[in-house]
């Protein structure tokens, strides 16, 4: 569905009713007999909470890939790319042209998010063994699923996907997001990944924000991330 129908524009009600939708449509695409072999990677803060209901849902792995946006000059909206913790990193050439965006401030842009990514991971990961014991694990010929709470422009998914090609060659990558306009969806596509869920997914013309598609879009805390966390570690 392209996210309008008539007059009427499709809103998800929130980032949990988001994670219960794509955890049951991710059944028919995730065998169970393979779900033992599968990682739910949440990108946050936002991905978080949905990926951790599809983990549940599907009886596997839950982690977390932190993939923060380069922020285009003067508008901090806009992604000119983005970098994941372990330095990978993409550029949407398309904007860095149209704006005209140095290279001195690419490269100090990226080491600004790069300090970010490394300073989330501390207050997420630091000292949770639930983390930890996922470094010595064999992802080739297993499935990871990427998990956002939407792709405005892709770069943060984009980012991820390479970081996990470059560290892991799993067998299946599968992305699930509640919301993305087409022409990000195609960009998504072009990276070769194995299938994409969406929930809604409009025309680009009719695409303003992620937020526009959720009657609810609450600002994600760290402390939020920190009680999924600490709740997983539990069970």
Avoid at 54 to 69: G, N
Avoid at 78 to 97: F, P, R
Avoid at 135 to 146: S, V, Y
Avoid at 166 to 189: D, F, H, Q
Wanted: hydrophobic residues 35%; aromatic residues 6%.
């Amino acid at each position: 569905m392209d996210g309008v129908i008539g007059k009427f524009q499709l809103k998800i009600k929130d980032r949990e009713s988001a994670g219960n939708i794509l955890g049951e449509t991710l059944k028919d695409v995730v065998k169970k007999e393979d779900r033992k072999d599968t990682l739910v990677l949440g990108i946050p803060r936002g991905g978080i909470i949905i990926a951790e209901i599809i983990a549940r849902k599907l009886s596997c792995r839950f982690d977390l890939l932190i993939s923060k946006r380069l922020r285009a000059p003067h508008n901090e909206e806009l992604a000119m790319g983005a970098v994941t913790e372990d330095g990978t990193s993409y550029l949407n050439k398309l904007v860095i042209d149209e704006l005209k965006i140095s290279s001195e401030y690419i490269k100090s842009e990226i080491s600004n998010q790069l300090e970010e990514t490394k300073r989330l991971a501390r207050i997420y990961k630091h000292g949770n063994k639930f983390f930890l014991e996922h470094n010595d694990i064999d992802w080739k010929n297993k499935t990871i699923i990427i998990v956002d709470d939407g792709a405005a422009t892709g770069s943060t998914i984009i980012a991820a996907i390479r970081s996990i090609r470059k560290n892991n060659n799993p067998e299946r990558l599968i992305i699930a997001i509640p919301v993305s306009p087409k022409g990000t969806i195609n960009l998504l596509k072009n990276e070769g990944i194995d299938h994409i869920e969406v929930i809604t997914s409009p025309q680009n013309r009719n695409f303003t924000s992620i937020e526009q598609y959720y009657q609810n879009f609450d600002q994600v805390t760290d402390s939020r991330v920190l009680d999924i966390i600490k709740s997983t570690l539990r069970k």
